[in-house]
C-alpha cells in the first residue's frame, strides 16, 4: 500500500506498443527510432513515414521489419530504393496517405514527428481513430487545438516538447484546478541578451552555429528568434487549460530545468534531467510508466549553478506576437504559424533579414480578421491565404 492517493488518469497501454513514426528521418524522428530500438520489447515499430528521404526510409523499414511505409512527397515516388523494403510493406504516398497511416488498425500510437502545419491532420486523424498521439508536431495543438483538444482522453495526448512534457510529469497526481502559473523554461537561444540593433544583422548561421539542443534547421531559427516560445506559450495555454498570461517565461541558460508549475499554495514543482530529446520521446510511449534511461545521467554535484532571467518581450517580437495571437484566439495562431513558416523559410535562404521575420509576420496579422477555429478545411484556405500575405510582405522588404 502506497501513503499515495494515486488521482491521475492512468490510460491501459498495449505491450507491445505497435507505434507508427510520423517524420521517422528528422531528428525527432531519429531519436524516436533510437527509443524504440532500445526498448525493443516493449515497443514495436509498424509504421513509418518520411517526406522525401526514402534511402533513410527504407533503411529504418528494413531494421524494424515494418508493415507500413508512406513518402510524403510524390516527387520521390519512383525512388529505385523503394524496390529495397521489406518483404509484404504497403507503401503509400502523399498527404492523405500520411493522415491514413495515423488511423491505421494495426497502430496503437502515434509519434508525430512531422515539421509544420502539414502535422496537423495526422494528429487529428490520429486522435479520432482512438490512438495515443505523442506529439513533436506542436502545431498540431497551436494551430488546431481548438479542433483536437476535445478528441483528447485521459492519457492519450502525450505532447514531446521538452517543456510540456516537464509540465505534464509536473502535473500527474495533481488538479489543473490547483495550478496557479507555468514557469515555461528557456534556453534564451543563441542571442540572449542582445539589443535589435544586434539582432538585425544575424545571419541564419550564426542561429545554427550552437544549439543547446539536437533540433533540426526550422526549429532552431525559431528558437533564436523566440517564436518557438512563443509556439511553446500557445500550446502550453491550449493543452493545460491554462489562461495565456498564467503562462511566464523564464530563461534557464543552462536547459537543466524543463519547466516548472507552480500549484496554488506556492509549491513550485519542476522537472530535470539532461538536455536530450529521447527523454520526452521515450516518456510519452512509457506513460505512465518510466523505463530505463536512453541517456546519460546527470550528477547534480558536478553541475554548475542553475540560474534565472526574464524572456525579454520588448527585443524579441516574435514572443510578443505568439502571445498577442494566444490572446485573440480562433484563427490568429494560424496565421502566426502560417507567416513564420514563409518567414523562417525566406531568412535561412538569405532573402531577409532576421528582425524582418518578426516584420513579416506582423503584416501577417494586421492583415487577418479572426474567425472561431470550425474544420481542418478552413486552417487549410487560412494557412494559405497568409502564406501569400507573409510572401507580400517578403517582396514589400525588397
Ligand atoms: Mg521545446
Known sequence: MSIFEDTAPRAERPRPLRVAVLGCTGSIGTQTLDVCRQHADKVRVVALSAYASTDALVAAAREFGVAHACVADTGHAKDSVLDELPEGCSLTYGPDALAELAALPDVDCVVNALVGAAGIRAGYEALK?????????????????DLLMPLARPGMLIPVDSEHSAIFQCLVGERTRDVHRIWLTCSGGPFFGMTRDELAGKTAADALAHPTWLMGAKITIDSASLMNKGFEVLEADHLFEIDIDDVRVLVQRQSRIHSMVEFSDGSTLAQLGPSDMRIPIQYALSYPERWE?????????????????????????????????????????????????IANEAFRRGDCGFMDIERIVSAAMDAHEPETVSSLVQLEEIDAWARDKARDALGRLG
Not at 526574464?310 to 506576437?321: H, I, K, P, S
Request: proline share 5%; glycine share 10%.
Open 129 to 145: 481513430a482512438g490512438k495515443v498521439l505523442a506529439y513533436a508536431n506542436k502545431e498540431s495543438i497551436i494551430v488546431a487545438g
Open 293 to 341: 534511461t536512453p541517456c546519460e545521467r546527470i550528477d547534480w554535484c558536478q553541475e554548475s549553478p542553475i540560474t534565472f532571467g526574464e524572456a525579454d518581450e520588448d527585443t524579441f517580437g516574435c514572443l510578443a506576437l505568439a502571445r498577442e495571437a494566444g490572446r485573440i484566439g480562433g484563427t490568429m495562431p494560424c496565421v502566426l504559424n502560417a507567416a513564420n513558416e
